[in-house]
């Protein structure tokens, strides 16, 4: 997915979001993001496409656990991916055209999920 800073106001105006930090280059210049950052959750949403498309598994039957990791820029290019583990969780991630992390966690589904989560 190409983020661009149209995609980034589309997506302030569908999530009602419009921290400047996002939208406004003159005040995100002077964060120390040092510019202007795409959404988190923008980034979030292609980890839940990938899920659904290769798990075929509903959010709701899923725990996720994510750190981001580095910010997403307009220009930059990102792509979901991940891998089962061995503990039957799944490592996931969304990855610029770098291939650095700018996001990276893990997931369970279904039994896991709820079993870990009535032990917390």
């Not at 995100?28 to 950052?37: Q, S």
Request: glycine share 10%; net charge neutral; with cysteine.
């Amino acid at each position: 997915m190409l983020v661009d800073q149209p995609a980034i106001d589309a997506y302030a105006r569908i999530t009602g979001d419009f921290n400047p930090i996002h939208l406004d280059p003159v005040f995100a210049a002077t964060t120390p993001m040092h510019g202007i950052i795409a959404h988190g959750t923008m980034s979030l949403g292609l980890i839940w496409q990938m899920i659904a498309r290769n798990l075929g598994t509903p959010a709701a039957a899923a725990r996720m656990t994510v750190r981001f990791v580095s910010p997403v820029r307009p220009g930059d290019r990102i792509v979901a991916g991940g891998a089962e583990a061995c503990d039957g969780r799944h490592s996931i991630w969304v990855k610029n055209q770098k291939d650095e992390f700018v996001i990276h966690g893990h997931l369970e589904v279904g039994g896991q999920a709820e079993r870990r989560k009535a032990a917390t």
